[in-house]
C-alpha cells in the first residue's frame, strides 16, 4: 500500500499514482489537520498534490530524494 494512513498522518511510500487522491481525498476531508511524511516517497501524481494543498496539509518530512523534495517545496509551501 502506498501511502500508510494514520490518525492524522499520512506516510508516503514509493510510487503515489492517481488512483491514491480518492482515498487521500476522504481520508483528509475526516480530519481538521492532517499531515504528511513524504520521506521514502519517489513519485506524487499531481492529483495527489491537489489534494494536499487544498486539505492545507502539514509535511512534516520531504522526500530523501533531493530533487523531488524541491520540486515538492516549491509547490506545497507556494501556497
Not at 511524511?37 to 486539505?55: I, K, M
Request: proline share 5%; charged share 25%; hydrophobic share 50%.
Amino acid at each position: 500500500m502506498p501511502i500508510d494512513y494514520r490518525k492524522k498522518m499520512a506516510v508516503f511510500a514509493d510510487v503515489i499514482t492517481v488512483e491514491d487522491a480518492e482515498p487521500l481525498l476522504a481520508w483528509a476531508q475526516q480530519r481538521k489537520d492532517c499531515k504528511v511524511d513524504l520521506s521514502v516517497c519517489s513519485h506524487v501524481h499531481p492529483a495527489n498534490l491537489q489534494v494536499l494543498l487544498a486539505a492545507n496539509a502539514e509535511v512534516t518530512a520531504w522526500p530523501n530524494d533531493e530533487w523531488l523534495a524541491a520540486w515538492l517545496r516549491t509547490v506545497l509551501r507556494g501556497r
